[in-house]
């Protein structure tokens, strides 16, 4: 039995699509040329700031644990809080920060969670490698130093494998220390419009990185 021809696939009504685009970005361009980006980053700040050093650096520490960029507290530290605290104080605050934060994620990767992640990794017919003494070294700096994983799942990464406790800890602040002062100062420079501060805190992570990579060579997995 015959169904008839087969119908034409309609077509998508172009002119009216392109207008609808049209309106639209202009629509965006006009509300974001009235608004002042300058005022709305101040009255952000003040607001952060409001909260006071406790909040914000609480927040530092427990909200990279769940994947919230470290590098929106670090760059925005020294603005907020260096001139209650001094920028050796925000520095400090920071790093006692990432220290909690550490600590935190491997409690919550080997303990808290490592049930609920060896399930579901065992639900695919995936195993999680545990590191031993001689690759914990090599396995810590690895992830740590090459560039991909985002900061927290090196942790959970790291947790999961059972790397030692103290191993972990050292190695991982070390390998952030550096990335974590050029990013302070890059901020502070910045948001104060001072170049020499800029050009400080992007030295630092440049120099950061001709570190990483000499460590690297030096610590890291040979090829086989």
């Known amino acids: 039995m015959s169904t008839g021809p087969a119908r034409a696939p309609k077509k998508i009504p172009v002119l009216p699509l392109v207008a ?3 309106v639209l970005g202009v629509l965006a361009f006009l509300v974001l040329r009235r608004l002042d980006f300058r005022a709305l980053e101040a009255q952000g700040l003040a607001l952060i700031r409001g909260a006071g050093p406790w909040a914000f650096f609480g927040a530092a520490a427990l909200l990279p644990a769940v994947g919230a960029p470290l590098s929106a507290f670090t760059i925005t530290s020294a603005e907020l809080f260096a001139p209650t605290l001094t920028l050796p104080g925000v520095i400090a605050a920071m790093l006692a920060a990432i220290l ?34 001689s690759t914990a070294l090599s396995v810590t700096l690895a992830l740590r130093l090459t560039p991909g994983p985002p900061f927290f799942l090196q942790s959970y990464l790291l947790g999961m494998a059972e790397v030692p406790f103290l191993l972990y800890m050292v190695g991982s602040f070390f390998c952030q220390m550096p990335w974590a002062l050029g990013a302070i100062i890059l901020g502070k420079g910045m948001f104060n419009g001072n170049l020499k501060v800029v050009i400080t805190g992007v030295g630092l992570i440049v120099v950061a990185g001709l570190i990483v990579q000499q460590v690297r060579k030096r610590y890291g997995p040979k090829p086989s």
């Open 20 to 22: 609808g685009v049209v």
């Open 100 to 133: 909690v934060n550490l600590a935190l994620t491997y409690w919550l990767a080997r303990y808290a969670l490592r049930p609920v992640i060896a399930r579901i990794v065992a639900r695919y017919g995936y195993s999680i490698p545990t590191a031993t003494k």
